[in-house]
């Protein structure tokens, strides 16, 4: 029997950026685009007559914009939505997300519309896979073995542990459904918190800058885009920048965050497995977190973690928004799978002074 089509509405003001977005997806097997609105209002009166699977939105329209029919679609018919947005429109996609949005791709800019294609295509593949299989099935600690030695080959000259502050290293990975996760993470943080947080989230690299800024304002503690040698301490969050390899290195006694130009073979950016496996030699003091995500970046650095003592934390599937990371991370055999929620609340109380 033929699978059912995975049901597009695309909504946006301009003819133009409707047209090029429906291309793109008429490309994607399995999808169909089952209709367009202008605006807000034309939207939500479409999606109560068609039920489309996901929503492509422009936030910027006229009558009703997008950030109004975010918030009048979650509280009627949540559906998943996708903003698509120029990089001159950061911090819009990141209220967006607070709004309810799973994700977003950035608009293409000087007529190149490979990479946004690109990014269209593996982020509607990826909810249309989660909207089919919401529920993966998680195995025990198979593969963890080979997944340690392909780690190895992409770090091999990872840190030593030290034995200064912080506490505990948190590197926590995630991409689609992450950003709203995370920042429900840094909200829950006390003054006392003992440990440095990296986070290695799937982001362009003017977007990862304006996403540690957005955090910043919404924590108590100290939030910043890491550069090369940002200092990891004791209540210190660290966003790794899109577009570069980071890692997690000692020196003097001190861990910092080690950025350079990216690396060929990180498949994504920033890498999660990288930075895992750089910060796996400080054995029980490192803790890998796998949330939300497409692909499976966290599983390869998340087995070198447990490898050499640490511990790799993993978010369940029923809350996953798409449980491609967290999946590939459970078949590792993680220490502690549980719902977002009770995750975050055990790294905010995690050990506290």
Not at 109 to 132: F, P, Y
Not at 191 to 198: E, G, K, L, Q
């Amino acid at each position: 029997m033929k699978a059912k089509p995975f049901r597009v509405l695309v909504v946006d003001d301009s003819v133009v950026n409707r047209q090029t977005i429906v291309d793109m997806l008429k490309e994607i097997d399995g999808v169909e685009v089952v209709g367009r609105a202008v605006d807000g209002q034309e939207a939500l009166r479409t999606v109560t007559l068609l039920e489309p699977d996901l929503i492509t939105l422009d936030l910027e329209m006229p009558r009703m914009d997008g950030f109004t029919f975010l918030r009048l679609l979650m509280a009627t018919r949540p559906t998943s939505v996708l903003v698509v947005s120029s990089f001159s429109n950061v911090e819009n996609v990141f209220r967006a997300l607070e709004c309810g949005a799973v994700d977003f791709v950035a608009r293409a800019t000087g007529g190149d519309l490979a990479s946004m294609r690109a990014a269209l295509r593996d982020k509607v593949q990826a909810l249309k896979n989660s909207h089919s299989h919401p529920r993966a099935t998680a195995q025990s600690g198979a593969g963890r073995a080979d997944a340690t030695q392909a780690i190895r080959a992409i770090s091999p000259n990872a840190v030593k542990p030290v034995s200064d502050e912080p506490k505990r290293v948190f590197v926590i990975a995630s991409s689609t459904g992450g950003p709203p996760a995370v920042l429900d993470l840094v909200q829950r943080l006390p003054t006392s918190f003992p440990h440095a947080i990296v986070v290695a989230q799937h982001m362009p690299e003017r977007f990862t800058r304006s996403f540690a800024d957005r955090l910043a304002r919404k924590c108590v503690l100290r939030v910043c885009e890491a550069e090369d040698g940002t200092r990891l301490t004791a209540g210190s969050i660290v966003i790794l920048p899109g577009n570069k390899s980071s890692e997690i290195a000692a020196e003097a006694n001190s861990l910092v965050v080690r950025v350079g130009p990216l690396d060929p073979s990180d498949r994504y950016s920033p890498c999660a497995d990288r930075v895992l496996a750089s910060a796996s030699p400080l054995g029980a003091r490192c803790i890998g977190v796998v949330l939300t995500g497409m692909g499976d970046d966290g599983a390869v650095g998340g087995a070198e973690v447990l490898a050499r003592g640490g511990e790799l934390w993993v978010e369940a599937a029923e809350t996953a928004v798409v449980d491609g990371m967290p999946a590939a991370a459970r078949r590792i055999g993680p220490t502690l799978v549980l719902p977002l929620g009770s995750l975050l609340a055990r790294i905010a109380t995690f050990e506290l002074r």
